[in-house]
Each structure stands twice: as C-alpha cells, then as structure tokens.
C-alpha cells in the first residue's frame, strides 16, 4: 500500500512538472506581446486612441529587437561561447542607442504629465529587475560555495 502512494505520488509530481514545461513553451506571437503592451501603457497612462497607434509600432520594432536579443543569448549560452570584449562594448552601444531612441519617441508622443509617470514607472521596473539579478547572483554564489 506504501508503494503504491509513493508511486502515485511520484506519477503526481512528474505530470505536473511536464505540464510546466510544456507552458513555457507556449510562447506568444509578436503581436500578442505588441498588443498586450501597449494596452498596459493604456491604463497606466491613459493614452489616447492616436497614441495607442504611434506607440504600436515602436513598441512592435523593440519587442523584435529584444527576442533577437533573446534568441542570440540562448544561441551563444547552448555553444558555451562567450562575447569578447569588443563584441560586448558593440551590443551594450547598440542596446544603449535603442534606449535613447525609444525615449525620444517616447517623449514626443506622450504629454509631459504621462512623460513623467512613463520615467517613474520604468525606473520602478528597472529597480526590480536589477534586485532580482542580485537575488539569482547571490543564489548561484550560494549554490557555487556548497
């Protein structure tokens, strides 16, 4: 009777794991993502309908260049290859050159009360993220030293 709940278990825990494996697959299509972001930009700062259609496309082109960027890291990470220094200093360039544009634009279109919560919110993000990058360094250091 012990093995059979021990195996039904194990059946249990394995069907489950599969299942959240196969989620992350399910990836979206770049419009859905598009599509999704701009309508969170929409309620959090309340754009107009005519710039909802100027940000689509910008919001599109830095999607495609982020799955790019995506697609190349796993790329790189699978062949256990590594940039070289100036490799390194042209991709950062590059992402650094996005950036500037994608502001730019960005304060073009938007008013300067939404230009404003636009900055906060995205110095919010970024926050986050760079306290979740510590979090998986400290993590990875921890399981490196056992």
Do not use: C
């Amino acid at each position: 009777m012990k093995n059979v709940i021990g195996l039904w278990i194990v059946a249990i825990g394995l069907t489950s794991s599969i299942a959240a494996q196969d989620y992350s697959k399910n990836k979206m299509t770049l419009a859905q993502q598009t599509e999704l972001a701009v309508k969170k930009m929409t309620l959090n700062l309340d754009l107009s309908d005519a710039q909802q259609e100027k940000i689509k496309p910008i919001i599109s082109q830095r999607m495609a260049a982020r799955n790019k960027m995506i697609a190349r890291r796993k790329e790189l990470k699978a062949n256990k290859k590594r940039l070289n220094s100036e490799e390194r200093y042209l991709a950062m360039n590059a992402k650094l050159d996005q950036q500037i544009a994608f502001k730019r634009e960005m304060k073009r279109i938007l008013k300067d009360e939404q230009y404003a919560k636009f900055e906060k919110t995205a110095a919010k993000k970024m926050h986050q993220l760079r306290k979740k990058g510590k979090m998986k360094r400290r993590k990875k250091l921890q399981n490196k030293d056992k």
